[in-house]
């Protein structure tokens, strides 16, 4: 934790006079149409962020140090040709993740899974009699496509993809099928049920 008061701005510089002396060059970032090295970002977005989190940490050490890491996350990541909105956008996402990090860190305790030995074991129902026979009824009632994408999704277990290519059809269009077979066999199951 950080026990400067100095403002964001000028721990900025110190890590700007650190960068130049080891000679590493600042990448740049496209905002809104012209070229701004990394700083310009940081300059423009730093006032509002360290607001932000301020206001949720409620102590300038803390906040400073949540938005410092918040640059540090999301400068490298940001994209070239990224709006000014799009920035802050992922600024302050990037500050939410960091502020649940700080916040984990700081009162954050191991979460068990609860004890469930004692609970029995839930009983199993068996399925109605007639389950089956219902079942295959209704699939003879079905036209031959959609019987035929119910049996390979719910019958043999095939994904998506692989009944699509049992089908030799698109997935978009195998998975139109299974909905609008499903829906037809809710109404013809309709009139059938108690």
Avoid at 69 to 76: E, I, S, V, W
């Amino acid at each position: 934790m950080s026990t400067s008061s100095s403002p964001p701005g000028d721990r900025a510089a110190s890590a700007r006079t650190t960068a130049a002396n080891a000679g590493s060059s600042v990448p740049e970032l496209h905002v809104v149409g012209v070229q701004a090295a990394w700083e310009e970002v940081y300059r423009a977005q730093v006032v509002p962020l360290y607001r932000f989190v301020f206001a949720r940490v409620g102590n300038r050490p803390d906040a400073e140090d949540v938005t410092a890491q918040t640059f540090l996350r999301a400068l490298p990541r940001l994209r070239r040709g990224a709006s000014e909105a799009e920035v802050r956008g992922y600024l302050y996402t990037t500050a939410r993740t960091v502020l649940a990090d700080h916040w984990t860190a700081r009162f954050g305790a191991e979460t068990a899974l609860p004890d469930v030995s004692h609970l029995s074991a839930p009983v199993a129902t068996p399925p109605a009699a007639d389950a089956a026979e219902r079942a295959a009824a209704l699939l003879e009632r079905l036209p031959d496509r959609y019987r035929r994408i119910l049996e390979l999704r719910f019958l043999r277990g095939c994904s998506v993809r692989e009944a699509a290519a049992e089908m030799e059809v698109s997935v978009g269009n195998a998975k139109v099928m299974q909905w609008r077979a499903l829906r037809r066999a809710a109404a013809l199951d309709g009139g059938q049920q108690p």
